[in-house]
């Protein structure tokens, strides 16, 4: 099956300080998302960005499809950015499955 | 937008009972939905894909008989664990995705201790 490995696995910040979490994956995708689960667990739906450049706020993401990878930036952190923050896949030749990436440990501390 | 609910968000059983789920899509109709289980600091991994008045598809190594799934409506889809035990308990969490694609929606989680 698909692949997806996220990079780093841990992250520490301070407050104020910029970030880009990446996300590999090994086969050709027609969708993928960027979720950010809090520590209550829930997921935040972040972009959809199967392809091209998107931003809301001090977040952005970019998706080169043809090169299987995909970005994160977060600017400017706040603590309220802390958690776990995933990417997911769906393949392109097998659609209905959302594949987890490994996800990012992000904690930020003021 | 889509809006998916979970409930309980949190349930403790004693071993050898049975749990049951509920996802529901508040706004839009799913003819399918997904379940997910997480263990502690790991990733999310797919159970199963609930089909509306179909039998649902698992993944490899989920029991069948241990997790049952029914989708007997366009907006609700239940996970009954049966005979829970310890190693069942985890955080089990479903998502739906709209027909106009838009992604996936996920709902607020259920986290199951069992005793």
């Known amino acids: 099956g698909i692949q997806v490995e996220q990079s780093p696995p841990d992250l520490i910040l301070q407050e104020g300080a910029n970030s880009t979490l990446r996300c590999n994956f090994s086969?050709?995708?027609?969708?993928l998302q960027w979720f950010h689960q809090n520590p209550w667990g829930q997921l935040i739906n972040l972009f959809y960005?199967?392809?091209g450049t998107k931003q809301n706020g001090r977040l952005s993401a970019t998706t080169v499809a043809t090169e299987r990878y995909s970005l994160l930036y977060i600017s400017s952190s706040q603590t309220t950015d802390s958690g776990v923050y995933f990417c997911a896949v769906e393949r392109s030749y097998n659609t209905d499955k959302l594949i987890f990436g490994t996800g990012t440990r992000l904690q930020v501390f003021p | 937008g889509a809006v998916v609910s979970q409930h309980p968000s949190r349930v403790i059983c004693k071993s050898g009972t049975s749990v049951k789920i509920e996802c529901r899509s508040l706004?839009?109709?799913?003819?399918?939905m997904f379940w997910y289980r997480q263990f502690p600091k790991q990733s999310l991994m797919l159970m199963a894909t609930s089909n509306e008045g179909s039998k649902a598809t698992y993944e490899q190594g989920v029991e069948k008989d241990k997790f049952l799934i029914n989708h007997a409506s366009l907006t609700l889809s239940t996970l009954t664990v049966t005979s829970a035990h310890p190693e069942d308990s985890s955080f089990y969490i479903c998502?739906?995705?709209?027909?106009?694609?838009?992604?996936?929606?996920f709902g607020s989680g259920t986290r199951l201790t069992v005793v």
């Open positions: 960005i199967p392809s």
């Open positions: 086969d050709s995708v027609n969708n």
């Open positions: 706004d839009f109709q799913a003819t399918t």
């Open positions: 998502s739906a995705t709209r027909q106009t694609y838009e992604g996936y929606t």
